[in-house]
């Protein structure tokens, strides 16, 4: 799998700690089933449940369950008001 990003995310996922676990979770309440991404600037407890992407010094820990349109891992940043978040623009929801 590649992984691809700008260089403006690359700058603030290093400055976060080079670290991001990537998981899909399923909310509680009227969302129920909805599967939605839940991105952690960390490493996950156990490595070994998932897929190790390094990207020059910057590491991405991806949930296997996780699939990517092309096989790229693409993470955007994105910048509202003086909001920042990550986006994941090549994820494949069901």
Do not use: Q
């Amino acid at each position: 799998m590649d992984v691809k990003m700008d260089e403006a995310t690359y700058e603030y996922l290093r400055k976060k700690g080079g670290k991001l676990t990537m998981e899909l979770m399923v909310p509680a309440g009227c969302c129920g089933g909805t599967m939605i991404p839940n991105l952690i600037f960390n490493k996950p407890k156990d490595t070994s449940k998932f897929m190790e992407l390094p990207y020059h010094d910057i590491t991405l820990f991806v949930s296997p369950v996780m699939t990517f349109r092309d096989n790229v891992v693409e993470v955007k940043l994105t910048k509202k008001m003086f909001l920042k978040d990550l986006e994941l623009p090549t994820l494949k929801l069901m």
